[in-house]
């Protein structure tokens, strides 16, 4: 089992333009989730699916879209990139979604806006 | 404002010592607590978790406690290794829903 893996590992960008941070399980998990970790900071709830089909905002959901693809993937887009997405961003899996439950993470994404 | 506090400087331990790590929360009344290990360059590992019914958790040389009414939990590691160097989070769980509120973390440094 590979568990949560995440691609690209790095990404640089230029101020406006777009990409797409993918992000794929393989334990059957129901649940699944994009965090942001920045320096000094906790890591932070960007959006979640709470099962195949449904998506939620998290905590800091603004200039982000995300796509719940199937129950394995869960994407996550920057229409138009601006400094301020500078940051590490994981994608995290759980069975449920329900309380009691640990998440699983994924090796993160490194995302570099200049 | 809620706010969970974790220690921002770095702890320096003796190998074989016991390491201490603090997680301070304030207006949260968390059901559980959760505490990972994140290693450099990689996503945060499960390590132990605490229902707020439970004064103490353990496993092989780890120990969690939760005081809900100091809003507390101490992470030790007991007999440390330089392979525990590493920063350790940790998150809390409300009943409300079902995210994870997490602290910035400790880094915790166990030298030979």
């Known amino acids: 089992n590979a568990g949560v893996t995440q691609t690209p590992k790095f990404q640089v960008l230029k101020t406006g333009q777009s990409m797409t941070l993918q992000c794929a399980q393989d334990m059957n998990h129901n649940s699944m989730y994009w965090y942001r970790q920045d320096p000094g900071m906790g890591l932070r709830l960007i959006y979640y699916s709470a099962s195949e089909g449904t998506t939620d905002k998290g905590e800091v959901p603004n200039g982000y879209n995300v796509s719940r693809l199937n129950k394995r993937e869960f994407s996550l887009r920057l229409e138009s990139a601006a400094p301020s997405q500078t940051s590490v961003y994981f994608c995290?899996?759980?069975?449920?979604?329900?309380?009691?439950?640990?998440?699983?993470f994924g090796p993160g994404t490194r995302l570099l806006v200049l | 404002s809620q706010k969970i506090e974790q220690n921002s400087e770095a702890l320096n331990i003796q190998e074989g010592k016991t390491a201490t790590l603090t997680c301070n929360y304030t207006n949260y009344s968390p059901a559980y607590l959760q505490w990972y290990r994140q290693d450099p360059g990689r996503g945060p590992v499960f390590l132990l978790l605490i229902r707020e019914n439970e004064k103490e958790k353990r496993k092989e040389r780890l120990k969690v406690t939760f005081d809900t009414t100091l809003k507390q939990s101490l992470f030790h590691i007991t007999a440390s290794q330089p392979a525990d160097s590493a920063t350790y989070l940790c998150?809390?769980?409300?009943?409300?829903?079902?995210?994870?509120?997490w602290g910035a973390g400790t880094k915790l440094i166990i030298k030979p």
């Open positions: 995290a899996s759980s069975e449920q979604g329900a309380i009691l439950e640990t998440q699983y």
């Open positions: 998150a809390l769980h409300m009943d409300s829903n079902y995210q994870l509120i």
